[in-house]
């Protein structure tokens, strides 16, 4: 019979996995209701929104909003304004400033979308006092560099799986050589 301390383990490491399972998969069918309300992915819609809340804002501006790096949000803002959902202009005041617009369409997809996974899962962060969020941080971080994964390039929620999805069709349909 395993002692005290064992099973105390085992049950915690049970719960920290359903709590994992439960996230997990709340924004796996979060993302999936975003794509086939709007067609765009979490990450496109978030960084839509983030756009259409602050108008005008640059790509630095928007990597802040959305608590990611300007390379991530610059990709994500490319693929908007492949599908006219932004829009890029010079600033009047600063011409070496680039400022991202949402458009007429980018708005209207906004009305009809639900609510972004990443935003949800903000919102259930700000429901931690500051030193529950800096123990998550740090806890989270430990199980990222236990698992192998802390040289990984990270990516805004779910947007890698667009490029990975068309990535394996086009595979699909080339034939091999």
């Known amino acids: 019979m395993p002692d005290s301390s064992a099973r105390a383990r085992a049950r915690a ?3 920290a996995l359903d709590a994992l399972r439960r996230i997990v998969r709340e924004l796996r ?9 709007t067609g765009l992915s979490a990450a496109q819609l978030y960084v839509l929104q983030q756009v259409a809340e602050a108008p005008g804002a640059s790509l630095s501006e928007l990597a802040t909003r959305t608590l990611t790096d300007r390379t991530s ?3 994500v803002v490319d693929r908007l304004l492949t599908r006219e959902l932004v829009a890029r202009r010079r600033s009047d005041v600063d011409r ?4 991202i617009l949402p458009t007429d ?3 209207a997809v906004l009305a ?3 609510h972004p996974p990443t935003r949800r899962l903000l919102e259930g962060l700000e429901t931690l006092d500051d030193q529950q969020l800096r123990r998550l941080a740090i806890s989270l971080t430990r199980l990222v560099q236990g698992m192998g994964l802390g040289e990984e390039p990270v990516s805004m929620l779910f947007e890698d799986d667009v490029s990975l999805s068309a990535d394996a069709q086009s595979a699909e349909a080339s034939p091999e050589e």
Not at 29 to 37: C, D, L, P, R, S
């Open 29 to 37: 069918v979060a993302n999936g209701g975003v794509e086939k309300t």
């Open 13 to 15: 490491s049970a719960a």
């Open 105 to 107: 369409s980018g708005v």
């Open 96 to 99: 070496r400033r680039v400022e």
């Open 112 to 114: 009809r979308a639900p």
């Open 73 to 75: 949000v610059a990709a």
